[in-house]
């Protein structure tokens, strides 16, 4: 399987969601590929692309997850996307999954 089941996933996440890179990887069908759907994401970067990337986020526990890139110009990319789809981001980088989680259908 190539990374577009990956993008394909991540197309589906809605404006104002989040998912991690771990939930992406299951509803792919693949649940032990989180690194792969980083690997994924982070070769769109340069490229004309239509996949919503800064909607993943690194897992942190069962109630939050983070932005993970570790570029300090590349996380505030993604800290400025997604508030401006009204996402809130903490001081450390965390977004609430209770209040921000996408919860796919089945």
């Known amino acids: 399987?190539?990374?577009?089941?990956?993008?394909?996933?991540v197309r589906r996440i809605p404006r104002g969601r989040v998912a991690?890179?771990?939930?992406v990887a299951l509803v792919a069908g693949k649940p032990r590929a989180?690194?792969?759907v980083g690997y994924a994401?982070?070769?769109l970067r340069g490229t004309s692309h239509?996949?919503?990337?800064?909607?993943?986020?690194?897992?942190?526990?069962?109630?939050?997850?983070?932005?993970?890139?570790l570029d300090p110009?590349?996380?505030?990319?993604?800290?400025?996307?997604?508030?401006?789809e009204g996402v809130e981001v903490d001081e450390r980088g965390c977004v609430s999954l209770a209040r921000f989680g996408w919860r796919p259908r089945r």
């Open 73 to 84: 110009m590349g996380s505030a990319v993604q800290r400025a996307l997604l508030e401006d």
């Open 1 to 9: 399987m190539g990374w577009e089941a990956y993008y394909r996933v």
């Open 20 to 23: 991690t890179y771990g939930q």
């Open 41 to 43: 994401l982070s070769a």
């Open 50 to 69: 239509r996949i919503p990337w800064q909607r993943v986020l690194g897992s942190r526990n069962r109630a939050s997850a983070a932005i993970s890139i």
């Open 34 to 36: 989180a690194r792969q």
